[in-house]
């Protein structure tokens, strides 16, 4: 994966941008908000991914988009516009529209999904978790600890059980399931003995007492003040667009495409600038890089 700009930024930086990106492509219909986001995502995947993104849009995405469009008019027969019938069923317009609109909305969010993943590390959640919610954060980190441990101990048990004849893939069906339930009672008993130990041992550090400072790598600085700045305003003018309906668009009944208004372009623009945050980021510090490196 590239490393970019936006993923050195706080992880509340980012968490807010993905909160609100995800929100507003799940509540927003309109075409242009749409292709918009879909266009974004895909754009910032690619700079991270680079020629990955292709495989995953040509072998994944556009075949379920394809699929998603083509069954909502089978099983949606909503709107007033029909089209033509399938076996008595009619197909109309607006459920064929609407199909369309929902390829691309879950298009959308899949994308932005597989950027979150890149972005919004481990490290980056507990961060963000930590403080709000520090029991989630506890346990998410020891399920991040404790599933590879888990998986490299179940390697060791299972080689210890064949070496005393308890193989799963030799014997009866009977012998193979005794064998397995044995490895499974095994590995049960050792993560209740890790799990006692480990709390032995937190309890011991003083985990719980009042007054326990923490340590966080991560410092909020005026280039994060900035951003979440930005973030904020266009958020409010996104918000403001939905709430005025300036943003929004009805497929059902009848689907209508309403006249573009001064608050709707504004909305618009609002989204745009919303959704481009990470690849405006990384072009900036690229285009900064570059004039750095010709001084040299």
């Known amino acids: 994966m590239r490393r970019d700009a936006f993923s050195g930024y706080n992880p509340y930086v980012n968490f807010i941008f993905y909160i609100g990106v995800l929100g507003f492509s799940m509540i927003l219909k309109h075409p242009i908000v749409l292709l918009t986001g879909f266009i974004c995502a895909a754009a910032y995947g690619g700079y991270l991914r680079r020629r990955r993104i292709l495989r995953t849009l040509f072998c994944f995405i556009f075949p379920m988009m394809l699929i998603g469009s083509l069954l909502n008019p089978l099983f949606n027969h909503r709107g007033q516009t029909i089209l033509f019938y399938l076996r008595g069923n009619p197909m109309t317009l ?22 979150f993943n890149d972005v919004m590390t481990s490290d980056k959640l507990m961060h963000v978790f930590g403080r709000i919610i520090p029991g989630l954060n506890l346990l998410f ?9 888990f998986n490299k101990q179940i390697g060791v048990i299972s080689n210890a ?18 064998h397995g339930m044995k490895i499974i009672s095994v590995m049960t008993t050792w993560g209740l003995e890790n799990a006692v130990d480990l709390g032995d041992s937190m309890k011991s550090r003083g985990f719980g007492l009042r007054g326990r400072t923490s340590f966080f790598k991560y410092r909020f600085d005026s280039r994060d003040s900035r951003l979440t700045l930005f973030m904020v305003t266009m958020a409010i003018i996104i ?4 709430v005025t309906g300036d943003a929004n668009l009805e497929y059902y009944p009848k689907f209508i495409f309403p006249p573009f208004t001064l608050r709707s372009i504004v909305t618009f623009i609002a989204y745009f600038l919303f959704s481009s945050i990470p690849l405006a980021v990384d072009f900036q510090e690229d285009l900064k890089w570059k004039r750095l490196k010709s001084r040299i």
Do not use: H
């Open 94 to 115: 607006e459920a064929m529209l609407f199909g369309v609109a929902a390829a691309f909305m879950v298009g959308t969010v899949i994308l932005w999904f597989y950027t």
């Open 161 to 178: 059980q064949k070496c005393i004849g308890r193989d799963v893939s030799n014997g009866s069906r009977m012998d193979r399931a005794r």
């Open 141 to 149: 980190s020891m399920v991040l600890r404790f599933i590879p441990r």
């Open 239 to 242: 918000t403001y667009g939905i």
